[in-house]
């Protein structure tokens, strides 16, 4: 009998439960959004890294400190308004933005990187924003004239500026008879040509043009135009979608040709 009224006993809780189970409502949990541009737009704030040692594209409004202004900042400003958030430049050294956006610690980069296949294999490329050459420069009184003075040039070995993780610096690193002073940054090159560190650096031609402005610069050395991309993670579609339909738009409606012209003159 006691072992019937258990019976019993067990069978009307269990129905008590499925009964009240149909009627309570569970605590509400939101799920968590599923994509990158996703989280961008719940967050509302797209994390953009940056190297700011690179005049026109990205750089401080003073020497490592206060905003990040340029090229990239406003092409990046303008994917942030069409997500509808706030825009967060981030200041990494050059060699660090890949990893970093691998880690998701950014969403994206705007650094004025070119586009190459072991990039490529890393991070998923946007279409070409803009195209620039490459340009080794020297002080006006210099006597280097072609690039061929630069392995050895009056009885002693040639200088040679580059910023680290940057094609050009792995340009030359694939020579074995160039003498090669690596910085973290463009400022550094800069400073170390203005100097006499180095005999020539090997920069961007935006790189140049700005510099030319308050230096006595010469170009000895000029590659073709290459193309530069925005880059983020790969598996992130809609975000890619975005970035690139961003860039097509800006062309199409003059946007594009205004930021150049207000950076590159």
Known sequence: MKREFGVLGIVIALGLGLLFG???PT??????PTSLQDQIISRGELIVGTSADYPPF??????????IEGFDVDVAQLIADELGVTLTMTHLDFGSLISACSAGTIDMIAAAMTYN?????????????ITVSQV??????????TISDLTYFEDKPIDIGVQTGTVM???LLALNNVSIIA????????TNLKNDVVDCAYVDEPIFTAYNQTENLRIIYSTGSEPLALWTRYGEPELLYTI??????????GTMYDLIDTWFG
Do not use: C
């Not at 910085?183 to 800069?190: G, L």
């Open 58 to 67: 990205e750089n401080f409004t003073y020497p490592y400190t206060g905003e």
């Open 117 to 129: 296949e072991e990039r490529a294999q890393s991070l998923a490329a946007s279409v070409t924003y």
């Open 244 to 253: 690139n339909n961003v860039i097509l738009n800006a062309y199409l409606d």
């Open 169 to 171: 610096h792995d340009e």
């Open 183 to 190: 910085s973290p940054n463009a400022v550094t090159v800069m």
């Open 27 to 32: 605590p509400f949990t939101a799920p968590e």
């Open 22 to 24: 149909w009627f309570i």
């Open 136 to 145: 080794v420069i020297v002080k006006n009184g210099s006597s280097l004239t």
